[in-house]
């Protein structure tokens, strides 16, 4: 959908962003531990939905 430079820079920003593992509550486990360490990302978002994310599509005009 976008490249990983404006995927970071955009949920970076985002007062919205929420990882999808911490959504589903898994605590600590692989799914959490593995993206802890990593910077943001919109497509590891729970509001991204393929790319339809109003807060995403409107923020990808400026980047």
């Known amino acids: 959908m976008g490249d990983d430079i404006s995927l970071h820079r955009i949920a970076s920003h985002c007062t919205e962003y929420e990882p999808i593992s ?3 509550g898994y605590g600590i486990s692989w ?7 990593e910077e943001p990302r919109c ?8 790319g339809n994310c109003n807060i995403y599509c409107e923020r990808n005009r400026f980047y």
């Open 22 to 24: 911490a959504a589903q």
């Open 31 to 37: 799914l959490n531990t593995a993206m802890s360490g």
């Open 43 to 50: 497509d590891w978002c729970v509001y991204w939905r393929e």
